[in-house]
């Protein structure tokens, strides 16, 4: 019911584009996030969006990473800037339960798109 997009490989500064859309349009009145996994680390919280619209970014990531959805509220967007080698790791969107900020307990994923930062 998530379908991502986007990723690949970029050089180190470079910047990506990550998109998930949604199948059913109901995803639109809930909290959405992006999240990474690099191997041998845990899972860490990227950003977060209401179903307002309102944002919440985990420390790490604010000022590189924005994260938005359409108008329709159909497509999850995560803009990656200013990457770096470290930031390589597999990207997953994910929605929730909850209806707005804070957001939590995510329980449906995308399939997770791998994203390479070369130095």
């Given at each position: 019911q998530l379908a991502q997009s986007?990723?690949?490989?970029?050089?180190?500064?470079g910047s990506l584009k990550l998109s998930c859309t949604t199948s059913a349009?109901?995803?639109?009145?809930?909290?959405?996030?992006?999240?990474?996994?690099?191997p041998g680390k845990e899972r860490e919280e990227i950003a977060s969006i209401?179903?307002?619209?309102?944002?919440r970014y985990s420390d790490s990531f604010k000022?590189?990473?924005i994260i938005r959805k359409d108008s329709a509220g159909n497509t999850l967007f995560?803009?990656?800037?200013?990457?770096k080698p470290e930031d390589t790791a597999m990207y997953y969107c994910a929605t929730s339960p909850a209806t707005?900020?804070?957001?939590?307990?995510?329980?449906?994923w995308g399939q997770?798109?791998?994203?390479?930062?070369?130095s």
């Open positions: 986007g990723g690949g490989s970029v050089q180190s500064g349009p109901a995803y639109r009145n809930y909290c959405m996030g992006w999240f990474r996994q690099s209401d179903s307002i619209g309102r944002t000022g590189r990473f995560l803009e990656a800037n200013s990457l707005y900020l804070p957001c939590g307990g995510y329980n449906n997770g798109t791998q994203v390479t930062v070369s």
